[in-house]
């Protein structure tokens, strides 16, 4: 688990601990044989119960939706003197190409899966690790 995603596993403990309920002795006696008193378990431990599954099953969706979405970048690739990059167009950023970049070629219009990578170095460009070409436009348009 990344840094990034550790409160989810906080999140995990702490409502783990919120609805859990310590155990009560129970006498034997009673109307009924399993010391309950009545029929079943306590209201308190079936509500316990229902809220520590619909955490878990919460905290699952969000994780499998946000590593199920399908990163991809499109624009103009351009040689340049430190590498290829190409300008999102989108949020008209550019972004020094890394990864795989098999299949790239510089002035076609291309879609490539990949994620964006945080700068590291002292001009903080922006970098894009490519995974695979998704799809080639062809030439870009001046």
């Known amino acids: 688990m990344t840094s990034?995603?550790?409160?989810c596993g906080v999140l995990i403990i702490a409502l783990g601990v919120a609805v859990a309920t310590p155990a009560k002795a129970q006498g034997s006696?009673?109307?009924?044989?399993?010391?309950?008193?009545?029929i079943g378990p306590p209201k308190g431990l079936i509500v316990g119960g229902i809220l520590g599954t619909a955490a878990v099953l919460v905290?699952?969706?969000v994780v499998i939706i946000h590593y199920s979405k399908k990163r991809a970048i499109t624009g103009c690739v351009v040689s340049g003197q430190t590498g290829m990059t190409l300008i999102d167009e989108k949020d008209k950023q550019s972004y020094?190409?890394?990864g795989d970049?098999?299949?790239?070629?510089?002035?076609?219009?291309?879609?490539?899966?990949?994620?964006k990578v945080k700068p590291k170095g002292p001009d903080k460009t922006l970098v894009w690790e490519a995974r695979q070409v998704s799809k080639n436009y062809g030439t870009c348009s001046p």
């Open 4 to 7: 990034k995603y550790a409160w």
């Open 29 to 38: 006696g009673g109307l009924f044989p399993n010391g309950f008193g009545s």
């Open 59 to 61: 905290v699952a969706t």
């Open 96 to 98: 020094m190409l890394s």
């Open 101 to 115: 970049t098999t299949g790239i070629k510089p002035g076609d219009r291309m879609k490539l899966k990949g994620k």
